[in-house]
T-cell receptor, first 111, second 115 residues
Framework: QKEVEQNSGPLSVPEGAIASLNCTYS??????FFWYRQYSGKSPELIMSIYSNGDKEDGRFTAQLNKASQYVSLLIRDSQPSDSATYLCAVTRSNNNDMRFGAGTRLTVKP | SAVISQKPSRDICQRGTSLTIQCQVDSQVTMMFWYRQQPGQSLTLIAT?????????ESGFVIDKFPISRPNLTFSTLTVSNMSPEDSSIYLC????????????FGEGSRLTVL
């Protein structure tokens, strides 16, 4: 079992729709959870972090965490073509600070 | 946040040679991380570099192949030694400016192609 699993996609949504990206992790003791966006040919950039169960909203982005289910998701409301990118889920392990990344979900927002 | 400069941004190398990638940060950071991203893949942690001590390598990565230096709190280098085509990848330096936040910031990456 991979430490961090994501549906590789591609996920395609029309402009203005909600994009839902999902991630599961194997280490039950994981403490911190992150979503990174990576445009083609660019390095990842942090867009959301979440540390406790529930929802965290930042503009059009909402991260959701359920530690009991070992599940974290990212919702993008009112999706824009500029949101087209690969979204990487990342989790810090419980025994140290290094981060493990999922394989990423490629999102395409069609005008 | 942090501004991270990596160089070279890209290079084409011959099999059997070595290349050193440099990473410069605009602020002092305790830990610097080196990741590899192979084509179409996600990021794999190579090693964690702390100033004043030897780097900590992840399973599958060894110091002889990927020697790392960390001479001060703003700079690190990663060398890819005795390269083969399988080493063709993007190598990324990253830092965690906020202590214990887990929030990483990345350099622009170094794209290596080994012929």
């Amino acid at each position: 079992q991979k430490e961090v699993e994501q549906n590789s996609g591609p996920l395609s949504v029309p402009e203005g729709a909600i994009a839902s990206l999902n991630c599961t992790y194997s280490d039950r003791g994981s403490q911190s959870f992150f979503w990174y966006r990576q445009y083609s040919g660019k390095s990842p950039e942090l867009i959301m972090s979440i540390y406790s169960n529930g929802d965290k909203e930042d503009g059009r982005f909402t991260a959701q965490l359920n530690k009991a289910s070992q599940y974290v998701s990212l919702l993008i409301r009112d999706s824009q073509p500029s949101d087209s990118a690969t979204y990487l889920c990342a989790v810090t392990r419980s025994n140290n600070n290094d981060m493990r990344f999922g394989a990423g979900t490629r999102l395409t927002v069609k005008p | 946040s942090a501004v991270i400069s990596q160089k070279p941004s890209r290079d084409i190398c011959q099999r059997g040679t070595s290349l050193t990638i440099q990473c410069q940060v605009d602020s002092q950071v305790t830990m610097m991380f080196w990741y590899r991203q192979q084509p179409g893949q996600s990021l794999t942690l190579i090693a964690t570099a702390n100033q004043g001590s030897e780097a900590t390598y992840e399973s599958g990565f060894v110091i002889d192949k990927f020697p790392i230096s960390r001479p001060n709190l703003t700079f690190s280098t990663l060398t890819v030694s005795n390269m083969s085509p399988e080493d063709s990848s993007i190598y990324l330096c990253s830092v965690e400016p906020g202590a214990n936040t887990g929030e990483l910031f990345f350099g622009e990456g170094s794209r290596l192609t080994v012929l």
